[in-house]
């Protein structure tokens, strides 16, 4: 059992910051990789931002290098740190996880087998 409780969203003008948080709980160990995903209305979910938990590295989509940073803490609790926001960031944002091993990036999102509810955020001029 792996539960993903995102919280966070919400809405800011362009140029502003959110961060956005993802608990997890599970009975099954230490998820190898955790990430966030987003999905804008009539688009295809998206990788944004990714870690591997055992040793922090961490992988970026290229529209929010240099704006995000994905951060985790010992509890794992995952963070996404939303800098310089623009419009073309409103999106339900999604947390996601697995324990397959070593590989860890922002696509294919098949790689994730766990996924919170996910939250929103707006962004706007």
């Known amino acids: 059992q792996v539960q993903l409780v995102e919280s966070g969203g919400g809405s800011v003008q362009a140029g502003g910051s959110l961060r956005l948080s993802c608990a997890e709980s599970t009975y099954i160990g230490v998820p190898a990789c955790m990430g966030w995903f987003r999905q804008a209305p009539g688009t295809e979910r998206e990788g944004v931002a990714v870690?591997?938990?055992?040793?922090?590295?961490t992988s970026y989509a290229n529209s929010v290098k240099g704006r995000f940073t994905i951060s985790q803490d010992p509890k794992n609790t995952v963070y996404l740190e939303m800098n310089s926001l623009k419009l073309e960031d409103t999106a339900i944002y999604f947390c996601?996880?697995?324990?397959?091993?070593?590989?860890?990036?922002?696509?294919?999102?098949?790689?994730?087998?766990?996924w919170g509810q996910g939250t929103q955020v707006t962004v706007s001029s």
């Open positions: 870690i591997y938990t055992k040793t922090g590295t």
């Open positions: 996601a996880a697995h324990f397959r091993g070593s590989v860890c990036r922002t696509s294919p999102r098949t790689d994730y087998d766990y």
